[in-house]
């Protein structure tokens, strides 16, 4: 059949079984979109921001397990969409963003809405193409969409001068089925040697731990690791990245480590003789000072990429391969071999971490007459049943969220964990809701981050995306006024929000319902009302205690073992 | 520790900026780089020296594998290997003393004179980067009026091969 470019493309994504693009148009991808205008297979999103339409489809992404697509113009579009290409970039996520271009022949000339789209994003992207022949965008889609979904997934960007989508120009098209690429074939088999002496060392192990990241889910891993920690019966801990890979509710599981992490996880992990690390990849908010990195394991790294292996700490048996492939294989050699964990060694182990559970170091005060920002949280995951997919900014709220959500199920916890991006969580939020229509989801954030993409409350109304916000209103920048509270003296330097909008008037211009909670009483309430109406999107505005603080904490360049307690379990 | 790594990678436009762009932003050192088709024109052959612990080149080795573009790539100083580079050294040489002598340095070193004017002198030299910089010592600094360096290229000896 003979398509020209714009067709291609549309075609293509419909032979690659894309249902949704998330875009905004302009000049240089008017072809595309009027071929888009003329079939109803690929259903486009109009977002209202290039950023936001970026994170939309990560949030599909991350929900789904599929890659995300966006469709933005050259220049200011291409630019905008930056932040959240290195938003997914940072947390290995499979996109696929299609940038238009000027025409091939006015590239380099400083043409209308030119900018080196294609040199502007290698940093942050996984691979970038620039297609100048019509005769090359099938396959070169092709390469894109195989490169953003194998391996170590992540971002990859397709950028198209405007001649290439030339509707005057049509050639024979076929779907590529298939594409290989000599230098791109990354290992999916882990070592059978290696994975070997790996099981010798987990089952001698007197103090172990497991530790797993993003990794995990991205590999659709979680049962599998679930399987293989239960036949343990170690300790194990997830990353920000990593929750829900493994039941939040388990007593197996000690919760999130790091920074924000449990007394118990980092104990464990300061304590530990043996390290199981899977699919994380010891991100220096996880490991703290790398010198006093659990100083006691021997450690073992599973990963698909090889350069995460003994990037930042010394791994002293590397397994390189799909964590789902290398997990299952692991699980048959623990079913298979005769060694079996030290029982005595395991009991006085979890004997200690009990001891260190004991100390209950997320505890806040339950009694303020102010909304504790836990405490919406623990609401949320009651009324949710803990079943929503949440999605979050970044700061105090997604640290909270993160700590007093129990996620049971991966791909449920949404958040900026690498590239730590504000605003990601209302676009987010909607990408997950256009995958998922009949569940719940809400975007837990704060009142700073929510305005960085607040504009796509618009795109909300148009396609009838009822996500609940929860907005915990702290009126403060939260993490950067606790971090000038600790070590900066109480000079809280441009972290106030004044001249906040009213987010219940904002909410019901943009065609919502806006809801403002101001006593610990309401909140169960409000949340069931929210929640009920299942065709609305409702903004919840929690007006929270403004000293509140995240805890435990390890200041950066910390070890493990030198948390910080709220001043609340010291007293008790 | 100095290393040399080859590198085969696609002939394809961009290809080396991904590598100036990964050094840069990983803040690798780099000393040189060279880069150039090979027999199939498909593919080019990059030479980079670079200097580092062992984990750095490590990561390098990784970062550098990790690159789309990139086939395939060896670190060459970790077994048997030649290094080469190629110097064209411009030097004044006016009297008959000083042409005598030039030339005299030139055989000495095994260099050519590849240009003769009244003033000057070209010589082209290859060797190691050693060598080319006790040839710079042995003439007289005074004289240099440019000097051109490739960079080093390098390959493995006897049957230890780079290729697809």
Known sequence: MKLSGAEIFVQFLKDEGVKHVFGYPGGAVLHIYDALFQQEDVKHILVRHEQGGVHAADGYARSTGKPGVALVTSGPGATNAITGIATAYLDSIPLVVITGQVVSAFIGSDAFQEVDSVGISRPCVKHNFLVKDVKDLAMTLKKAFYVATTGRPGPVVVDIPKDTTDPGIKIDYEYPKEVRMRSYNPTVKGHPGQIKRAIDIITSAKRPMIY????VV???????LTAFTKTLGYPITNTLMGLGAYPGTDRQFVGMLGMHGTYEANMAMHECDVLIAIGARFDDRVTGDTKQFCPKATIIHIDIDPASISKTVRVDIPIVGDIKTVMSDMNKELKAGKQKPDARALDSWWKQIEMWRSKDCLRYDRNSALIKPQFVIEKLYEVTKGDAFVTSDVGQHQMFAAQFYKFDKPRRWINSGGLGTMGFGLPAALGVKMAHPDHDVACVTGEASIQMCIQELSMALQYNLPVKVVNLNNRYMGMVRQWQEFFYDRR???????????????AEAYGHVGMRIEKPADVEGALKEAFAMKDRLVFLDFIT???ENVYPMIAAGKGHHEMHMSPERELA | ???????L????????SRVAGLFSARGYNIESLTVAPTEDPTLSRMTLVTTGSEEIIEQITKQLNKLIDVVKLADITGGEHIERELMLIKVRAEDANQREEVKRMTDIFRGRVIDVKDSTFTIELTGDGAKLDAFIEAVDKKSILETVRSGATGIGRGGKCLHI
């Open chain 1, 212 to 215: 797993t990241g993003g990794g």
């Open chain 2, 1 to 7: 520790m100095r290393h040399i790594i080859s590198v």
């Open chain 2, 9 to 16: 990678m696609e002939n394809e436009s961009g290809a080396l």
């Open chain 1, 545 to 547: 205690d403004q000293t």
């Open chain 1, 492 to 506: 809280y330097s441009q972290s106030y929000m004044e001249t906040l909008p009213d987010f219940v008037k904002l």
């Open chain 1, 218 to 224: 991205l590999s659709n891993a979680g049962d599998e």
